[in-house]
């Protein structure tokens, strides 16, 4: 599935991709209680990249894992839902919130082509040392700038620039950081 192209969401190859990643996301949870760090190399094969010294907390959501890129020392909270059904960059010393949700599939507007489970997606960018707050939602096509931050509950639906802080539904800039 690549930004803008059209697939069939049920198809049988997705779902397959779609039930392996949440084995391995129930594994991970497992795994969590036991021991956290070592925890983080049941998920990390599964997904297209992963950094050094990251951690994510369970239980997380993904589309199909092979799709999530997480950079260097990234923090990821409980209860991360990222539909990886294209491309989604965690970029170095990001931070995301509990129950943050990455979202860029597309559907369409016409009642037969979604009836058919026509979906798309566009990727999603979180910048280096960005800090999204709990419960914002990201939408698709969507580049978070480096050293932003989102608010708890923002909903973002255009990129955020590099070095500000953005909240409310939907997500505008409410201050600049000052270095």
């Not at 594994?27 to 049941?42: K, S």
């Not at 990886?84 to 369409?108: E, F």
């Not at 997606?121 to 709990?134: F, K, L, M």
Request: charged residues 15%; hydrophobic residues 45%.
């Amino acid at each position: 599935m690549l930004n803008g192209q059209w697939y069939i969401a049920d198809h049988p190859e997705s779902q397959a991709l779609n039930a392996r990643i949440g084995q391995v996301a129930a594994e991970f949870e497992v795994a969590f209680r036991e021991d956290q760090q070592a925890a983080q190399q049941v998920l990390a094969p599964a997904l297209g990249s992963f950094g050094e010294d990251s951690t994510v907390r369970p239980p997380i959501y993904l589309d199909y894992g092979d799709n999530i890129h997480i950079g260097d020392n990234v923090f990821i909270n409980f209860g991360l839902t990222a539909l990886d059904v294209v491309k989604v960059t965690i970029c170095d010393y990001a931070q995301l919130g509990p129950n943050v949700q990455l979202l860029p599939p597309v559907h369409p507007l016409g009642a037969e082509a979604r009836a058919a489970y026509l979906e798309s997606g566009d990727e999603i960018i979180i910048g280096r040392n960005a800090w999204i707050g709990g419960g914002a939602i990201i939408l698709g096509g969507v580049y978070v700038g480096d050293d932003s931050v989102v608010a708890a509950g923002a909903v973002v639906t255009k990129d955020v620039p590099a070095g500000v802080v953005v909240a409310g539904n939907p997500a505008k800039i409410i201050r600049i950081i000052e270095a």
